[in-house]
Every structure is written in C-alpha cells, then in structure tokens.
C-alpha cells in the first residue's frame, strides 16, 4: 500500500505469480485515476486509467479495481514478470490536478 | 517518435545561480506540467500550463519560474531563491487539463556544487 516518507513499502512476489499493489485514495469527489510505473533514472510511465463510473478495467496483464465507498484503488498484475520491477505509483485527478500517491516498490523473485 | 525530450539529463547548480530545464514535447498536446520528485516519495506539481501564454502555480511554487511562448515548450527555472533545490525535476503533457492521461519525459536531476 501507500505511505508517507522515505521508506517505501515493498511488495516480493515469485516470478510467475500474481501481484497486488493497492492505494489509498484521499478526495472522494476525485473522478479519475491513473496507475503509473516508474525504473530507476526515468520517469513515470501510464499503464492504466479508470473513470468513476466504473469498478473494474482491464490491460494487457494488468487490471485496476476501483472501490469508491472505501476510497480505495488496486492494481493487478498477472504473471508477473522480472520486467515488472519498479516503483508503481497510483494518481487521482482533483481539480484538474493529479495528485499523486508515495509509490510501492515491486520486486520479482527469479 | 513523438515524446516529451528534458534536458539535460544531469544538472549542477552554484549557490545563487539561476538554472533553467529545458522541456520540448511533439505530441501537440495543450497542457504541459512540472514536477518534482524527492527519493522515495511521490511526485509534487510546481507549475502547469492549459494553453499558451497562460500558467498556474502548483502546489509548491515558490522559487521556481516558468513560460509558455510556444506550444511545444515549457522551460522551467529554478531559481537563487529555492534553498532546496537538489530533486529529480519531470516534465509531462497531456492532450488537455484534467481526467487525461499524463504523458512524462525521463527527467532531469538537479544537484548542488
């Protein structure tokens, strides 16, 4: 999940499993959310959105599940792969701005 | 390839010098965005642009300047005035302002000499 600081929380999953990042989101009249994922030395890069009229959207090996009554936003990743290891971070749209959450650090285990 | 290009990638600052990122996208999008990211923490908006020759203060502005000539463009400088300047500074756009994907560049990092 997310958190404030220096430290961000880390996920290690085996190669070949699923992941699960989640995000807790702060503005309930935000009406759009973006996941993004981050490598080391670049910058971040889109792999889904979600408007809020609706619960659940599917990618390419990725899926964002979206809960509204508890604010709460995830993101899945089938199968994760060794190309899957970065920072993952989720963004709300509020006031025509996103706002973005600390990041979750994805590591994959060979 | 269409795509957000910062330069330079490295930059080093003196104390009292005014630097300037440079930050160029082909995707004729109308809205661009300055970030700062710090290690480990997430991004934090500095300035944004709707449209040409119109920019808003972020959230964390002060010590920073920005300008919209050209669509394609939207340098940023950071200014004597930032004390804490030493932060990875990313650019983004988006085809307009609000409930649009951002589309970001890899970035420039700033250090103190």
């Known amino acids: 999940g997310e958190s404030v600081g220096l430290h961000l929380p880390t996920l290690s999953v085996q190669e070949g499993d699923n992941s699960i990042i989640n995000c807790a989101y702060s503005n309930s009249a935000s009406d759009y959310f973006i996941w993004y994922k981050q490598e080391s030395g670049k910058g971040p890069q889109f792999i889904i959105d979600i408007r809020s009229n609706m619960d659940k959207r599917q990618g390419q090996r990725v899926t964002v599940l979206l809960n509204k009554t508890v604010k709460h936003l995830s993101l899945q990743i089938a199968a994760t792969q060794p190309g899957d290891s970065a920072v993952y971070f ?5 006031s025509y701005k996103l706002i973005f959450g600390s990041g979750t650090r994805l590591l994959v285990r060979p | 390839d269409g795509g957000i290009t910062q330069s330079p990638k490295y930059l080093f600052r003196k104390e009292g010098q005014n630097v300037t990122l440079s930050c160029e996208q082909n995707l004729n999008h109308d809205a661009m965005y300055w970030y700062r990211q710090d290690p480990g923490q997430g991004l934090r908006l500095i300035y944004y642009s709707q449209i040409v020759n119109d920019f808003q203060k972020g959230d964390i502005a002060e010590g920073y300047s920005v300008s919209r000539e050209k669509k394609e463009s939207f340098p940023l400088t950071v200014t004597s005035a930032q004390k804490n300047p030493t932060a990875f500074y990313l650019c983004a756009s988006s085809m307009r302002l609000g409930n649009q994907p951002q589309h970001f560049g890899d970035g420039t990092r700033l250090s103190i000499l």
């Open chain 1, 90 to 94: 989720c963004a709300e749209n509020s």
